[in-house]
T-cell receptor, first 108, second 115 residues
């Protein structure tokens, strides 16, 4: 079952912050975050594992609440290069399922 | 390393035709998968494999077949193309370690149009 992302879209000015949320109805063992720019393939940002371990991006942070089956991606002091569609992916029972994405637009 | 490669980049088919989308990786990754991407639907998992000889269905497997005879290759076959299969197809691979999926490496995608 696809995880649910919110919001669907967000528009920011450079320097503003944003939070993207991801929730699942299933127990989560890991949450992945990816960014995709228009016409390109998704690119890895971060993995959060059950137990609190994080691997990934230096300038973007995330949280993982195992009890609530939720994860949030925090984009601080946004740059023009942050524009794109962000996907969360949840891993359980042998496969990795992605949400529908959140489109982030950063304006000058 | 070439990473994950996909061929062709673009393809136009007529309804009822069959074809194979090729995917290869040179990173010795155990896990490989196929996703389709349609506007507003995100990335939907078609089939995946955790090793040579092992495949399983994802969210939207109907109309597609896969096989994994080697670690490197994971072709996706469209048996009888339908307009509903018009989409962008992405292949991805990753290591499997400790039961958790690691960073997924995506190929550049194949844009398929079925008329």
């Amino acid at each position: 079952q696809q995880p649910v992302q919110s919001p669907q879209a967000v528009i920011l000015r450079e320097g503003e912050d944003a939070v993207i949320n991801c929730s699942s109805s299933k127990a989560l063992y890991s949450v992945h975050w990816y960014r995709q720019k228009h016409g390109e393939a998704p690119v890895f940002l971060m993995i959060l594992l059950k137990g609190g371990e994080q691997k990934g991006h230096e300038k973007i942070s995330a949280s993982f609440n195992e009890k609530k089956q939720q994860s949030s991606l925090y984009l601080t002091a946004s740059q023009l290069s942050y524009s794109g569609t962000y996907f969360c992916g949840t891993g359980s029972q042998g496969n990795l399922i992605f949400g529908k994405g959140t489109k982030l637009s950063v304006k000058p | 390393n070439a990473g994950v490669t996909q061929t062709p980049k673009f393809q136009v088919l007529k309804t009822g035709q069959s074809m194979t989308l090729q995917c290869a990786q040179d990173m010795n990754h155990e896990y490989m998968s196929w996703y389709r991407q349609d506007p507003g639907m995100g990335l939907r998992l078609i089939h995946y494999s955790v090793g040579a000889g092992i495949t399983d269905q994802g969210e939207v497997p109907n109309g597609y077949n896969v096989s994994r005879s080697t670690t490197e290759d994971f072709p996706l076959r469209l048996l009888s193309a339908a307009p509903s299969q018009t989409s962008v197809y992405f292949c991805a691979s990753s290591r499997l370690a400790g039961g958790f999926y690691n960073e997924q490496f995506f190929g550049p995608g194949t844009r398929l149009t079925v008329l």
